[in-house]
């Protein structure tokens, strides 16, 4: 599976971005997907994620009310829409995809993405 994020940028504080992931080699529908991100001199955390359906999401309580997590089958991409946007959500966001379901990743406490996208750049200024 190949993941290619796009979308990030700087913008000031408030603002809004929207990231989308572009996959390609799988049934898209078939992949649970989500979001990563990893700022300077942090470790990578979990952002949020998407079943495959797009039925059910998750996202961390930090991001929970500014960001939503969505896809759209038919173009095979997944969509980060980041809103109040702050200058602690500056990082690299990186899109991941995995063949687990649903249940499988939420047991597995979002930990396990085989798929990795090379990362879009967010740069929330004060």
């Known amino acids: 599976v190949q993941l290619q994020a796009s979308g990030g940028g700087l913008v000031q504080e408030g603002g809004s971005l929207r990231l989308s992931c572009a996959a390609s080699g799988r049934t898209f529908s078939s992949l649970t997907m989500g979001w990563f991100r990893q700022a300077p001199g942090k470790e990578r955390e979990f952002v949020g994620a998407i079943s495959g359906s797009g039925g059910s999401t998750h996202l961390v309580d930090s991001v929970k009310g500014r960001f939503t997590v969505s896809r759209d089958n038919a173009k095979n991409t997944v969509y980060l829409q980041m809103n109040s946007l702050k200058p602690e959500d500056t990082a690299v966001y990186y899109c991941?995809?995995?063949?687990?379901?649903?249940?499988?990743?939420?047991?597995?406490?979002?930990?396990?993405?085989?798929?990795w996208g090379q990362g879009t750049l967010v740069t929330v200024s004060s």
């Open positions: 991941v995809g995995t063949e687990r379901i649903w249940i499988r990743v939420v047991l597995g406490s979002f930990s396990a993405f085989e798929y």
